[in-house]
């Protein structure tokens, strides 16, 4: 094949698999991170730590391409959407089809390295993944499935770790799912006036002018649920300075979604790495110390 053709494909698919945006990766792995420090009192074992990061690569590129795949008739218009590789007809979506597979295939070969009970969250875990997609068809809640989905990873990380999934770490769950339904709905909150004109279901247009105010809600909730989980587990003071300073920043998200303008929405959804960031420096400081 022509050395040309090849470089393009390749760039193409990374694109597809949003390799060029690390933030999706960013906000998942912070999660799993947490729970293999709580699993691990702060020493997780090499190998389940390379191959839950590793994963969690793997699957947000999945993702991202059946994602792309599933909305292929509705990305070319919605104007942040419409030059993505197959919306913009870069990519076919049977080749999209046959990279989900590749990369589904890898990430579920790398966990079989772990034991049983891992290998088969990891089962459900793709189901969630491949099937997220289509949820924006049938329910108005897209967000909290992802939520759900992106979760997942906790239970995963707790298997892989020790073997077992303590309450600790369904508190965890619970924690990620419901950051994933508010980081998510700022993102929709981007989409939302092209997402009501092609027929899309988002939270942010279910919850409405109420959006926001669900959301800190949501956002204390989600802070109350880092504070019982430093209390479960007995954690100290640069523990509770992380969950301070993404309290901090969750004040500092509803005030750039305030007006509800596009690019601060985005932006936002983009600092909620810095939140899962500061929860994990924490527990790395506390653990450590």
Same mark, same amino acid.
């Given at each position: 094949?022509?050395?040309?053709?090849?470089?393009?494909?390749?760039?193409?698919?990374?694109?597809?698999?949003?390799?060029?945006?690390?933030?999706?990766?960013?906000?998942?792995?912070?999660?799993?991170?947490?729970?293999?420090?709580?699993?691990?009192?702060?020493?997780?074992?090499?190998?389940?730590?390379?191959?839950?990061?590793?994963?969690?690569?793997?699957?947000?590129?999945?993702?991202?391409?059946?994602?792309?795949?599933?909305?292929?008739?509705?990305?070319?218009?919605?104007?942040?959407?419409?030059?993505?590789?197959?919306?913009?007809?870069?990519?076919?979506?049977?080749?999209?089809?046959?990279?989900?597979?590749?990369?589904?295939?890898?990430?579920?070969?790398?966990?079989?390295?772990?034991?049983?009970?891992?290998?088969?969250?990891?089962?459900?875990? $793709? #189901? !969630?993944?491949?099937? %997220?997609?289509? @949820?924006?068809?049938?329910?108005? =809640?897209?967000?909290? +499935? /992802?939520?759900?989905?992106?979760?997942?990873?906790?239970?995963?990380?707790?298997?892989?770790?020790?073997?077992?999934?303590?309450?600790?770490?369904?508190?965890?769950?619970?924690?990620?799912?419901?950051?994933?339904?508010?980081?998510?709905?700022?993102?929709?909150?981007?989409?939302?006036?092209?997402?009501?004109?092609?027929?899309?279901?988002?939270?942010?247009?279910?919850?409405?002018?109420?959006?926001?105010?669900?959301?800190?809600?949501?956002?204390?909730?989600?802070?109350?649920?880092?504070?019982?989980?430093?209390?479960?587990?007995?954690?100290?003071?640069?523990?509770?300075?992380?969950?301070?300073?993404?309290?901090?920043?969750?004040?500092?998200?509803?005030?750039?979604?305030?007006?509800?303008?596009?690019?601060?929405?985005?932006? $936002? #959804? !983009?600092?909620?790495? %810095?939140?899962? @960031?500061?929860?994990?420096?924490? =527990?790395?400081?506390? +653990? /450590?110390?």
């Amino acid at each position: 094949m022509d050395k040309a053709y090849l470089l393009d494909r390749a760039q193409q698919y990374c694109l597809l698999a949003r390799f060029d945006k690390p933030i999706g990766i960013l906000i998942i792995l912070w999660p799993a991170l947490w729970a293999l420090w709580v699993a691990s009192d702060g020493k997780p074992d090499l190998l389940v730590l390379t191959v839950i990061c590793s994963g969690v690569v793997l699957t947000r590129a999945a993702g991202c391409v059946i994602n792309d795949y599933a909305d292929r008739d509705f990305d070319p218009h919605v104007e942040r959407t419409k030059q993505r590789p197959i919306a913009a007809g870069k990519v076919s979506p049977k080749e999209a089809l046959k990279l989900f597979a590749v990369l589904i295939a890898i990430a579920f070969a790398s966990v079989f390295l772990l034991n049983v009970m891992t290998i088969l969250l990891s089962l459900i875990g $793709a #189901f !969630l993944i491949a099937s %997220y997609p289509f @949820m924006k068809r049938y329910t108005h =809640l897209p967000q909290a +499935y /992802l939520g759900i989905a992106f979760g997942w990873a906790i239970p995963m990380s707790f298997a892989a770790q020790i073997n077992t999934i303590p309450i600790v770490a369904w508190v965890m769950f619970l924690t990620v799912a419901l950051w994933a339904l508010v980081y998510d709905t700022m993102y929709a909150m981007v989409d939302k006036e092209d997402d009501l004109k092609i027929g899309v279901k988002s939270t942010a247009i279910l919850f409405g002018d109420k959006e926001r105010e669900i959301m800190a809600v949501l956002q204390l909730i989600i802070i109350g649920l880092l504070i019982t989980i430093g209390q479960m587990q007995d954690l100290g003071f640069a523990y509770y300075l992380g969950v301070a300073t993404a309290a901090g920043l969750s004040v500092y998200q509803q005030k750039l979604i305030f007006h509800r303008e596009k690019a601060l929405c985005f932006k $936002a #959804f !983009l600092n909620s790495n %810095y939140f899962g @960031m500061s929860v994990f420096i924490g =527990l790395v400081i506390d +653990y /450590l110390f």
